[in-house]
């Protein structure tokens, strides 16, 4: 895959000013750099039952979903697995209508590669 370059890292806390929904997009891949997610999570701290969505949105600007949680009680979802992001992709979480006030949170940890090596 290459040769490990680095620690891929975006955290951001978030309280909702009102019910429209958040997205949350992580830090763009970089040039002739790939990364590999090893984990991902979003939460509404405060409010349960909401749309909670982990993905990614690819260098045309299309987001592609990968964990949707939604059901009675859900307040978080999780990354199962690994998803690896080419040059210019980021990861993207969603937290749909979050009640005003809401803390929202989102993570991605991963290793960064780079291409060629």
């Given at each position: 895959?290459?040769?490990?370059?680095?620690?891929?890292?975006?955290?951001?806390?978030?309280?909702?000013?009102?019910?429209?929904?958040?997205?949350?997009?992580?830090?763009?891949?970089?040039?002739d750099?790939?990364v590999?997610?090893?984990?991902?999570?979003?939460?509404?701290?405060?409010?349960?039952?909401?749309?909670?969505?982990?993905?990614?949105?690819?260098?045309?600007?299309?987001?592609h979903?990968i964990?949707?949680?939604?059901?009675?009680s859900?307040?978080?979802?999780?990354l199962?697995?690994?998803?690896?992001?080419l040059?210019?992709?980021?990861?993207?979480?969603i937290?749909?209508?979050?009640?005003?006030?809401?803390?929202?949170?989102?993570?991605?940890?991963?290793?960064?590669?780079?291409?060629g090596?």
């Amino acid at each position: 895959m290459g040769k490990i370059v680095g620690n891929y890292r975006f955290d951001e806390k978030f309280t909702a000013p009102g019910t429209d929904t958040k997205i949350f997009v992580g830090t763009e891949v970089g040039r002739d750099k790939i990364v590999e997610i090893t984990s991902g999570v979003v939460a509404d701290y405060t409010t349960a039952n909401k749309i909670l969505v982990l993905g990614y949105r690819d260098a045309g600007g299309t987001d592609h979903y990968i964990v949707v949680e939604t059901g009675a009680s859900i307040k978080s979802a999780q990354l199962q697995g690994r998803i690896y992001l080419l040059p210019t992709e980021k990861p993207i979480a969603i937290v749909e209508d979050p009640g005003a006030s809401d803390i929202l949170y989102c993570s991605f940890h991963g290793i960064i590669y780079e291409l060629g090596s």
